[in-house]
Nanobody, 121 residues
Framework: QVSLVESGGGLVQTGGSLRLSCAAS????????MDWYRQAPGKQRELVAA???????NYADSVKGRFTISRDNAKNTVYLQMNSLKPEDTAVYYC???????????????WGQGTQVTVSS
């Protein structure tokens, strides 16, 4: 089995910073993509930042220049450094990872439980 555990959310004022972490654990053979999504109340879940095992990254236009995704492949962990936070960044942030487990030929997507980020104005 595989689990993703997020941490680092909280309440911050406009202009502040937070760093989210997501650690994958379990019977992991390899991890391809590790991404961050967010879902604000009444809105659909959206992709915020994406990373590949090879080091490529991609960002939603709304967070470019403010958020940075990074990975520690040895620790099966992905981070999201969020700077210059705005009230519209308020949402539950979810980690998603494409993981192959030992003994399997397939890659499955796994989700973390989510961590709340609230930016006050």
């Amino acid at each position: 089995q595989v689990s993703l555990v997020e941490s680092g959310g909280g309440l911050v004022q406009t202009g502040g910073s937070l760093r989210l972490s997501c650690a994958a654990s379990g019977s992991i053979s390899s991890i391809n993509a590790m991404d961050w999504y967010r879902q604000a109340p009444g809105k659909q879940r959206e992709l915020v930042a994406a990373s590949t095992s090879g080091g490529s990254t991609n960002y939603a236009d709304s967070v470019k220049g403010r958020f940075t995704i990074s990975r520690d492949n040895a620790k099966n962990t992905v981070y999201l450094q969020m700077n210059s936070l705005k009230p519209e960044d308020t949402a539950v942030y979810y980690c998603n990872a494409a993981i192959r487990t030992w003994g399997s030929s397939y890659v499955y997507n796994y989700w973390g439980q989510g961590t709340q980020v609230t930016v006050s104005s």
